[in-house]
């Protein structure tokens, strides 16, 4: 319990200190004209208030990750809290302050296009394919997983009543989600931002306040609270011993992505970068809204450990059942119905911003407009195409459907890598305290590289076959993200760190 306690208010904390830490670090300038103001356009570049900015970033950002990774993570015991906590203040809100005021500043374009002006052309190409591949897999895991949620919660309401839906009522249920929450991702995608996702996202974030408000209080009622291990940086996992893919390093920081750094967010931030009206309201939109998700990660990963005590046991519970079940049996039949919601809320508002923002950045790089409707159309469609396609893929096995989330995990916190690179250069070469970002960059390196050496779903079996056993492949994957990490460490620092070459004016 007190774990739980100290880490919420040690993350308000973290908004409040480091926080403005970075704000000085960047050095705002609040007389400078955003682009919501010098490039406003009706579509995309719209001026909001502060509030409704940070309301709107925390929805896009806050997908299942922060609940359904946290919820995964809760498996390894208050380790999980310490991550978030941590990856959380210096690494997840630093990148997304970071890039979000990096975007402010340049037009409000995308990360590939801020990647490509700080680390060269080359991974300028290759960041654009990147983030448009990751912006379509987002999309297609967040078609899905609200509909699972959906159908749980059906599934459980009418066996309360004593009138269970058969199988293939359920399954006509999901695939009427899936197809309205595409038609509306459709529209999301299409329709200036202030029609739908402006009007609709304050209701969404009432529910997210419900559920997370009411399941804390819940928690501490019940007394459960108190199933929570006190603080050990150790792993609690069951299968430890026997099962290298659940030891700590590196699976614990690609379990929990969302909820502690996020490269998605990179993808997200220049949505809101366009609706600022300020650079002085960047630390509440882009830092602020990564701390609130921090704090719904820490509260499903509570709730996990609390209400069915995983912690060192053997757990064959869904998240979606996991969710359900403690919105519905913590808050009664009318609140766990706005809980459920509230969780429901995060994939949906950040699917239709994943379109969105894959739309946006095409059309940035093709120099194509997008005010006018038909290029929308001409760009959107076959990105959509795509997407459902992918998502028939998806709903053919639950196997393929985990398939699109393990690339997504990973190529999210590669993202998330370069990203904080792309950062430290930005810094290095405006003379600025470049440690802001390379400390956690370079963390990060060794976590997406050790992963991408060791999981089954990378490299794991080929590394297997070569050194013979998965024991010696988890050592040698964690000495080359090291070796990795420490070589690009080694030239930035004498580059553009320390000698200070080739400084540009901010």
């Not at 654009?128 to 897999?137: K, T």
């Not at 995990?409 to 690179?421: E, P, R």
Request: aromatic content about 12%; overall charge positive.
């Amino acid at each position: 319990m007190v774990s739980f306690i100290v880490s919420i208010v040690v993350l308000i904390l973290g908004y409040v200190i480091y926080g403005k830490i970075a704000e000085k670090v960047f050095v705002i300038k609040p007389e400078a004209p955003t682009p919501a103001i010098r490039l406003a356009d009706g579509v995309d570049y719209v001026a909001m208030p502060s509030w409704k900015a940070t309301l709107i970033q925390l929805l896009n950002i806050a997908g299942t990750g922060p609940i359904f990774g946290a919820i995964a993570g809760a498996l390894f015991g208050p380790a999980a809290f310490a991550w978030i906590v941590l990856g959380c203040i210096f690494a997840g809100a630093v990148h997304d302050y970071t890039v979000g005021m990096l975007s402010v500043r340049n037009d409000g374009h995308n990360i590939a296009e801020i990647v490509g002006k700080y680390l060269g052309k080359g991974p300028l190409y290759i960041m654009r394919v990147f983030s448009v591949v990751l912006l379509i897999f987002v999309g297609v895991v967040f078609v899905t997983t609200p509909a699972q949620v959906l159908r749980t919660l059906v599934s459980q309401l009418m066996e309360n009543r004593g009138t269970p839906m058969t199988p293939g009522g359920l399954a006509q249920f999901y695939y009427v989600c899936i197809a309205a929450i595409i038609l509306y991702y459709l529209l999301a995608t299409l329709l200036p931002i202030d029609k739908i996702i402006g009007k609709i996202y304050p209701l969404f974030g009432a529910c997210l306040l419900i559920m997370a408000v009411g399941i804390t209080v819940m928690m501490f009622a019940t007394g459960e609270i108190a199933r929570i291990p006190e603080f050990a940086l150790v792993n609690m996992r069951p299968d430890k011993a026997t099962n290298f893919t659940a030891k700590l390093f590196p699976f614990l920081f690609i379990t929990i992505a969302c909820g502690a750094i996020s490269g998605f967010h990179a993808t997200q931030s220049p949505l809101m970068a366009r609706c600022v009206k300020n650079e002085k309201e960047g630390r509440m939109v882009f830092y602020g809204a990564m701390i609130l998700e921090g704090i719904i990660a820490m509260i499903w990963a509570a709730v996990t450990m609390a209400h069915f005590d995983v912690v060192g046991k053997e757990v064959a519970v869904a998240a979606p059942v996991i969710v359900t079940q403690s919105c519905v049996q913590y808050m009664g039949i009318i609140g766990g119905i706005l809980a459920v919601f509230g969780v429901v809320a995060c994939p949906i508002t950040s699917g239709d911003t994943a379109f969105r923002g894959a739309r946006l950045t095409i059309a940035e790089a093709l120099k194509f407009d997008q005010k006018p409707m038909k290029n929308r159309l001409i760009v959107a469609i076959p990105l959509f195409a795509v997407g459902v396609v992918l998502v028939l893929f998806a709903l053919s096995s639950a196997a393929n459907f985990n398939i699109i989330w393990r690339y997504f995990s990973w190529s999210n916190q590669t993202l998330a890598t370069i990203g904080l690179w792309a950062a430290s250069a930005y810094l290095a070469k405006t003379a600025k305290l470049y440690w802001l970002t390379l400390v956690p960059a370079t963390f990060m390196t060794v976590v997406v590289t050790s992963y991408f050496f060791i999981a089954n779903e990378c490299l794991g079996p080929l590394m297997t076959k070569i050194t013979g056993s998965a024991g010696t492949t988890y050592t040698v994957g964690i000495i080359i993200g090291l070796v990795l990490a420490i070589a690009l460490f080694a030239l930035f620092v004498p580059l553009i760190g320390i000698k200070q070459k080739g400084i540009i004016k901010d």
